[in-house]
T-cell receptor
């Protein structure tokens, strides 16, 4: 069964400090991995996906199949990065996402 | 970008009544929509997969007679909570696949249901 683990419920960092939001997964096969972000009072929106290998808003995430991890990183946190971050997994195609429990990132000025 | 709307955004109802929640893809056709439920401070839990023109596929533990899903067109899926009880109070979120990147899931803003 697919499972996504985000070990931290809350992560607080100072502005300008590096950020790493952890995500580990268990899956038999070749999954697609995503990071979604939910800002206060807004809907979930896609932040990035592993197959596109791009940087969005300064965030990057590398899929490590050996460690089954997909940690989200940003070298210098900004106050506007404060939000709820969800790691998600799915098969390829029109299949549903399985979400982790989410990590709330709080960037302190 | 692709937009998914939900209506209503919040609803309060009495125990025993039924509530219908609509999910619409505004500027694209969505052959597949998903319904999730989110409890306070918890993650999103998939309830069912809704395919246009066919019966929804429910996740284990989700009562199909209680949570009726209809996907009558390529832009509309509805979730009806029948005979609602206080324990059904939750945040219901839909998502749709389609739009610019064909397999990207776009999420609606959610509907907060409170059953008194």
């Amino acid at each position: 069964a697919q499972r996504v683990t985000q070990p931290e419920k809350l992560l607080s960092v100072f502005k300008g400090a590096p950020v790493e939001l952890k995500c580990n997964y268990s899956y038999s096969g070749s999954p697609e991995l995503f990071w979604y972000v939910q800002y206060s009072r807004q809907r979930l929106q896609l932040l990035l996906r592993h197959i596109s290998r791009e940087s969005i808003k300064g965030f990057t995430a590398d899929l490590n199949k050996g460690e089954t991890s997909f940690h989200l990183k940003k070298p210098f946190a900004q106050e506007e990065d404060s939000a709820m971050y969800y790691c998600a997994i799915r098969n390829s195609g029109n299949t549903p996402l399985v979400f982790g429990k989410g990590t709330r990132l709080s960037v302190i000025a | 970008g692709a937009v998914v709307s939900q209506h209503p955004s919040w609803v309060i109802c009495k125990s025993g009544t039924s509530v219908k929640i609509e999910c619409r893809s505004l500027d694209f056709q969505a052959t597949t929509m998903f319904w999730y439920r989110q409890f306070p401070k918890k993650s999103l839990m998939l309830m069912a997969t809704s395919n246009e023109g066919s019966k929804a596929t429910y996740e284990q533990g989700v009562e199909k007679d209680k949570f009726l899903i209809n996907h009558a067109s390529l832009t509309l899926s509805t979730l009806t909570v029948t005979s609602a009880h206080p324990e059904d109070s939750s945040f219901y979120i839909c998502s749709a696949i389609g739009g610019g990147a064909k397999d990207t899931q776009y999420f609606g803003p959610g509907t907060r249901l409170t059953v008194l």
